[in-house]
């Protein structure tokens, strides 16, 4: 049963979030012995929720030239680093949990989601391409894609609290920007428009709604607030709380309302 809380008051503090998973995986432990190691090794055996996640991707991300302790280094230094990166997975966590009727309990997206996982992943190697260290940053961005089927350029610059729902497909551009709370669903590109250089990519606004195989092309701008309809292509700008949908996409609908289709994550078209 879903806790309590609601993201409007961004979900349970990190402290809570890391006992919260806890209390859920011990009697699954003890009700699927056959999986119980598994639970231990991810979580339980754990202090933290950033230790259990670097080790969790890190297991994920390995391959016979990497390691996963030498990718397990490499994490907990950018998480040491860059402390921000943790507080972000607990809103993504949260994102998942609350937008997504068919997760149940917090554990499921943080061991079982590839969205999830192909974010908190995207985190580490953007860490890694501002620091310079582009190569390793390209190379996490290479294991991630053949792991999880979600291409995220590392020089792409991600909100908090984003949910990427079954995320199969989602390929995003190295100037895209994605602000917080957005919700992307499968199969959806931010991308250019063809060999441009420079800022080229789509920039989206806090709250937007992007349904399942939606292509935002070039450096435009989503509004606060905005929907962008399944299977549209978005060539323009779109206004703070406008519906698009179509190919092109044209503007169905202007909405007054204060709440972020992010959250509501309804992707039927209203007059």
């Known amino acids: 049963m879903r806790t309590q809380c609601n993201e409007t008051i961004n979900g349970p503090k990190l402290d809570e979030l890391w006992q919260i998973l806890i209390k859920e995986l011990i009697p699954i432990a003890s009700q699927e012995p056959i999986i119980a190691s598994y639970l231990y090794a991810t979580v339980l055996k754990h202090n933290s929720m950033a230790s259990a996640l670097s080790y969790l991707l890190a297991n994920a991300l390995s391959c016979e030239p990497l390691p996963a302790i030498a990718i397990r280094e490499i994490i907990d230094k950018v998480f040491l680093e860059d402390p921000q990166i943790i507080e972000a997975s607990r809103l993504d966590l949260c994102a998942f949990y609350y937008r997504d009727p068919a997760c149940d309990l917090f554990s499921t997206p943080f061991l079982y989601y590839k969205g999830f996982h ?154």
Request: glycine share 12%; charged share 20%; aromatic share 2%.
């Open 118 to 271: 192909a974010l908190q992943t995207h985190r580490i190697a953007h860490s890694l391409w501002k620091a310079n260290r582009k190569s390793l940053a390209r190379l996490i961005q290479n294991r991630k894609s053949a792991v999880f089927g979600v291409d995220i350029h590392p020089g792409a610059h991600l909100g908090s609290g984003i949910l990427l729902d079954h995320a199969h497909g989602v390929v995003i551009g190295e100037t895209a920007v994605v602000a917080d709370g957005v919700s992307i669903l499968h199969a959806v590109t931010l991308g250019g428009t063809g060999k441009e250089t420079g800022d080229r990519h789509p920039k989206v606004g806090r709250g937007v709604l992007i349904g399942v195989g939606a292509k935002i092309l070039g450096n435009v701008t989503i509004g606060e607030c905005a929907k962008i309809a399944a299977g549209s292509v978005v060539l323009e700008d779109v206004p703070a709380r406008a519906t698009v949908a179509g190919v092109p996409a044209k503007i169905v609908s202007l909405s007054t309302d204060q709440a972020e289709p992010s959250r509501g994550m309804d992707h039927r078209l209203r007059e």
